[in-house]
């Protein structure tokens, strides 16, 4: 991102503001719906769990997201960028091979994250109608609100992003001022600002230390918070979580004063229906406004739920460039710098959440599911953080202090959730292990390929090629002939390309192009850089393309040869007498390379497996010319076995005597 584009984030404006509450808060934001809910459980209210969970709920707020996100985290942005792979994109430079691990199993905890938020969000929402009527079956309400929810990615969220952060802003302040309404009447239950509340609750409460499960889903949205860093800005984002923060400590405290009043009883006897526990988040407020607070809150659960498909589309994107992901279709519904839509991801994603709601039917069966993918995600980024302050050379002790600080936290969150995994937690267990499965595929099997490509050194055939070029007994195969190659140094080229242009058709043009695609680290990084290996023969394009950038070769390289013509150094008319005489422009015909697993191999059996659910995944996704965006017209498609040490000897003899029969 150059400097001039990303001054507009730096700078505060209150837009600014509001539209980071409607981007980044939704899934913290939404968590008042079912967290207190959850702690109380069916129990009777009491007084020492109930002041326990606020502070529980108040120091994992500050220490998890103030201090680890908005303060630490936000920092480790790679040119604005943020997000678990752009910070793993920062530590690769420590060569560190390993640190792919937490990088992968982390992304993948996220994605799994977006297939049960939306779900948890809006049900918990919707389930606010069952104090009309019991009986209610709110999951057709729910599937329809997602449905319209996916529905609408297509058409992009600059339409629905004016709308989300003054919504967000309605949420925030009704959370506010239904807390201090119960607060005003009730000050004893600052009380639960004093940790030590926190550590008696682990001795009070029914479940022990696995109550820790719950209280973590207050701080479930932080990981988001950090995803979605390139979208809003760093100083926005600190400013704005002021009032988010102050907002939602107000109403757990709201919630807190009015549970501390009815102790004793139990959220079912509160509700007065059996089959519906109340939730405290509803309990809190006065009927007449209950329709209004239903309305809100399913609002902001819509737009928690956003906020997670989008941070999955930029994850996937990034993914793909990365090499960790199959190359997918991505559209660009608006002009918004960062603004994706992944059609495949979105109907999975879609598909994942009717799978949830269906399998756990009402909320309070999600929680469980809910908590162990995000705490999986934020121990991964840790790592990866602790790895961040030693390569910008942090204080050696702040560096241990705060791993373990936090490591101790949120091991301490994970274990407490691992309980619950029989209970739920293996659904998001399973669809992340199984996104993580891809993810480590896919990328083992780009490697074993790149590991047995042979390249060879341009130079030893540059004269063939060349001579090939002016060889007028060979009919021409085009003008312009463009390879796109592997090879990462400028002075080499696969074999099978020489193989390409001299065997199997000599293909014979005015000039040969090598064109390679780098991508950087850097998100929005654009450049080239060309150079002649022969003058008006052999050229070669490397283009450096950050992770964030759409690979658009036909778009880029027509660029680059029109820089070329304008500067004089290539001159790309035809030719053929008669055309070049009348200024035609030659055709350019585009070369891709395909690989196939051949029979006569010998892999190991490891590779063998991998690379068959390599090609496998390869059949589903974009073919590499549409994946580079070229015109399937020009393009022509070639397939060479991957062959790897041919088979040994093959004992066969000549014998010149016809054999007699015996």
Same mark, same amino acid.
């Given at each position: 991102?150059?400097?001039?584009?990303?001054?507009?984030?730096?700078?505060?404006?209150?837009?600014?503001?509001?539209?980071?509450?409607?981007?980044?808060?939704?899934?913290?934001?939404?968590?008042?719906?079912?967290?207190?809910?959850?702690?109380?459980?069916?129990?009777?209210?009491?007084?020492?769990?109930?002041?326990?969970?606020?502070?529980?709920?108040?120091?994992?707020?500050?220490?998890?997201?103030?201090?680890?996100?908005?303060?630490?985290?936000?920092?480790?942005?790679?040119?604005? %960028?943020?997000?678990?792979?752009?910070? !793993?994109?920062?530590?690769?430079?420590?060569?560190?091979?390993?640190?792919?691990?937490?990088?992968?199993?982390? #992304?993948?905890?996220?994605?799994?994250?977006?297939?049960?938020?939306?779900?948890?969000?809006?049900?918990?929402?919707?389930?606010?109608?069952?104090?009309?009527?019991?009986?209610?079956?709110?999951?057709?309400?729910?599937?329809?609100?997602?449905?319209?929810?996916?529905?609408? *990615?297509?058409?992009?969220?600059?339409?629905?992003?004016?709308? &989300?952060?003054?919504?967000?802003?309605?949420? &925030?302040?009704?959370?506010?001022?239904?807390?201090?309404?119960?607060?005003?009447?009730?000050?004893?239950?600052?009380?639960?600002?004093?940790? !030590?509340?926190?550590?008696?609750?682990?001795?009070?409460?029914?479940?022990?230390?696995?109550?820790? #499960? !719950?209280?973590?889903l207050c701080t479930t949205g932080a990981e988001a918070l950090y995803s979605d860093l390139g979208h809003c800005g760093i100083k926005n984002i600190r400013i704005s979580w002021i009032f988010v923060k102050s907002m939602l400590v107000l109403n757990y405290f709201g919630q807190g004063a009015y549970l501390i009043e009815h102790q004793g009883q139990t959220l079912t006897d509160l509700s007065g229906t059996?089959?519906?526990?109340?939730?405290?988040?509803?309990?809190?407020?006065?009927?007449?406004?209950?329709?209004?607070?239903?309305?809100?809150?399913?609002?902001?659960?819509?737009?928690?739920? *956003?906020?997670?498909?989008?941070?999955?589309?930029?994850?996937?994107?990034?993914?793909?460039?990365?090499? =960790?992901?199959?190359?997918?279709?991505?559209?660009?519904?608006?002009?918004?710098?960062?603004?994706?839509?992944?059609?495949?991801?979105?109907?999975?994603? =879609?598909?994942?959440?009717?799978?949830?709601?269906?399998?756990?039917?009402?909320? #309070?069966?999600?929680?469980?599911?809910?908590?162990?993918?995000?705490?999986?995600?934020?121990?991964?980024?840790?790592?990866?953080?602790?790895?961040?302050?030693?390569?910008?050379?942090?204080?050696?002790?702040?560096?241990?202090?705060?791993?373990?600080?936090?490591?101790?936290?949120?091991?301490?969150?994970?274990?407490?959730?691992?309980?619950?995994?029989?209970? #739920?937690?293996?659904?998001?267990?399973?669809?992340?292990? &199984?996104?993580?499965?891809?993810?480590?595929?896919?990328?083992?099997?780009?490697?074993?390929?790149?590991?047995?490509?042979?390249?060879?050194?341009?130079?030893?055939?540059?004269?063939?090629?060349?001579?090939?070029?002016?060889?007028?007994?060979?009919?021409?195969?085009?003008?312009?002939?463009? !390879?796109?190659?592997?090879?990462?140094?400028?002075?080499?080229? %696969?074999?099978?390309?020489?193989?390409?242009?001299?065997?199997?058709?000599?293909?014979?043009?005015?000039?040969?192009?090598?064109?390679?695609?780098?991508?950087?680290?850097?998100?929005?990084?654009?450049?080239?850089?060309?150079?002649?290996?022969?003058?008006?023969?052999?050229?070669?394009?490397?283009?450096?393309?950050? =992770?964030?950038v759409a690979p658009r070769i036909n778009l880029l390289f027509k660029k680059v040869v029109q820089d070329m013509v304008k500067n004089g150094e290539v001159d790309i008319t035809s030719r053929y007498e008669s055309l070049n005489r009348n200024n035609v422009i030659g055709d350019f015909k585009f070369v891709l390379i395909e690989k196939f697993l051949s029979y006569d191999n010998d892999f190991p059996w490891?590779?063998?497996?991998?690379?068959?659910?390599?090609?496998?995944?390869?059949?589903?996704?974009?073919?590499?010319?549409?994946?580079?965006?070229?015109?399937?017209?020009?393009?022509?498609?070639? *397939?060479?076995?991957?062959?790897?040490?041919?088979?040994?000897?093959?004992?066969?003899?000549?014998?010149?005597?016809?054999?007699?029969?015996?």
């Amino acid at each position: 991102m150059s400097s001039h584009s990303s001054n507009h984030l730096n700078k505060v404006t209150l837009g600014g503001l509001i539209v980071t509450l409607g981007i980044i808060y939704g899934d913290i934001g939404t968590s008042p719906l079912y967290v207190m809910k959850a702690i109380v459980g069916k129990q009777a209210i009491d007084y020492d769990v109930v002041l326990g969970a606020i502070s529980c709920i108040f120091w994992t707020l500050t220490l998890q997201t103030t201090f680890k996100y908005v303060i630490l985290t936000l920092r480790a942005d790679n040119k604005g %960028e943020g997000g678990i792979f752009s910070l !793993y994109t920062l530590v690769k430079k420590l060569k560190k091979r390993w640190l792919i691990v937490p990088a992968i199993i982390g #992304g993948s905890a996220l994605l799994a994250d977006g297939i049960i938020t939306p779900p948890i969000s809006v049900s918990s929402a919707i389930e606010g109608l069952k104090t009309y009527n019991p009986e209610l079956n709110t999951i057709p309400i729910v599937i329809g609100i997602l449905f319209v929810l996916f529905f609408i *990615q297509r058409f992009g969220t600059k339409l629905v992003g004016k709308f &989300f952060g003054p919504m967000m802003l309605l949420w &925030f302040g009704m959370l506010g001022t239904l807390g201090v309404i119960h607060l005003v009447g009730n000050i004893e239950i600052l009380k639960a600002l004093n940790p !030590y509340y926190a550590v008696h609750l682990l001795q009070v409460h029914h479940e022990g230390f696995y109550v820790l #499960g !719950y209280v973590f889903l207050c701080t479930t949205g932080a990981e988001a918070l950090y995803s979605d860093l390139g979208h809003c800005g760093i100083k926005n984002i600190r400013i704005s979580w002021i009032f988010v923060k102050s907002m939602l400590v107000l109403n757990y405290f709201g919630q807190g004063a009015y549970l501390i009043e009815h102790q004793g009883q139990t959220l079912t006897d509160l509700s007065g229906t059996a089959s519906n526990p109340g939730n405290p988040f509803y309990l809190v407020m006065p009927d007449w406004f209950l329709p209004f607070g239903i309305a809100i809150a399913t609002a902001a659960a819509v737009i928690a739920s *956003q906020a997670l498909i989008s941070g999955s589309f930029t994850l996937i994107s990034e993914a793909m460039r990365l090499n =960790f992901w199959p190359k997918v279709r991505v559209k660009y519904p608006t002009e918004l710098k960062g603004q994706l839509y992944i059609p495949s991801i979105n109907w999975l994603l =879609f598909i994942g959440c009717v799978f949830i709601v269906l399998h756990f039917e009402e909320s #309070g069966n999600m929680e469980a599911a809910y908590g162990l993918a995000i705490v999986l995600c934020m121990i991964m980024t840790t790592i990866l953080l602790g790895f961040f302050m030693v390569l910008k050379r942090y204080n050696p002790i702040f560096i241990v202090l705060v791993l373990l600080v936090y490591l101790s936290i949120e091991i301490s969150f994970f274990m407490a959730n691992i309980e619950k995994f029989s209970h #739920g937690g293996y659904v998001s267990v399973f669809i992340a292990g &199984f996104l993580a499965f891809v993810m480590v595929i896919w990328f083992t099997a780009k490697k074993i390929r790149k590991d047995y490509t042979e390249f060879v050194k341009l130079d030893n055939f540059k004269n063939v090629i060349s001579d090939l070029s002016n060889d007028l007994s060979i009919p021409k195969y085009a003008t312009h002939l463009v !390879y796109l190659t592997n090879a990462s140094h400028g002075d080499e080229i %696969e074999s099978k390309v020489v193989y390409s242009i001299l065997q199997k058709r000599p293909k014979r043009a005015d000039i040969y192009w090598f064109v390679h695609v780098n991508v950087t680290d850097e998100p929005y990084e654009m450049e080239y850089r060309v150079r002649e290996i022969i003058k008006d023969d052999i050229i070669r394009v490397d283009f450096y393309l950050g =992770f964030r950038v759409a690979p658009r070769i036909n778009l880029l390289f027509k660029k680059v040869v029109q820089d070329m013509v304008k500067n004089g150094e290539v001159d790309i008319t035809s030719r053929y007498e008669s055309l070049n005489r009348n200024n035609v422009i030659g055709d350019f015909k585009f070369v891709l390379i395909e690989k196939f697993l051949s029979y006569d191999n010998d892999f190991p059996w490891h590779e063998r497996i991998i690379l068959d659910i390599y090609y496998l995944l390869k059949k589903i996704s974009l073919s590499e010319e549409q994946a580079f965006g070229l015109d399937s017209s020009s393009v022509k498609v070639e *397939q060479y076995p991957i062959v790897i040490h041919p088979p040994d000897e093959i004992n066969l003899h000549r014998i010149n005597e016809p054999r007699s029969h015996h």
